[in-house]
């Protein structure tokens, strides 16, 4: 399976690319796509869109999908 993964704001920074290619039989979810791609733990906050729509981080992915990940959203 091939995924195109995209990183936003502190992101970016956290992990030290914009965006990669992943090719892996392992990956279902979302949720794996950052286990594969980070070796910081998962943000239960993190907002992820698969395919340019929002997703929750246990939405399945395919071959294929673009995996967007956004920083949690704060302000007052």
């Not at 733990?41 to 395919?62: F, G």
């Not at 071959?63 to 007052?76: Q, S, Y």
């Amino acid at each position: 399976m091939s995924i195109q993964v995209r990183f936003f704001a502190s992101l970016r920074e956290r992990v030290g690319h914009t965006r990669l290619s992943i090719e892996s039989a392992d990956i279902a979810t979302a949720r794996d796509v950052w286990q594969a791609v980070s070796a910081s733990p998962l943000d239960e906050e993190m907002l992820v869109a698969i395919n340019k729509a929002y997703a929750s981080l246990d939405k399945a992915v395919s071959d294929g999908d673009e995996v967007a990940f956004f920083p949690p959203v704060t302000g007052g």
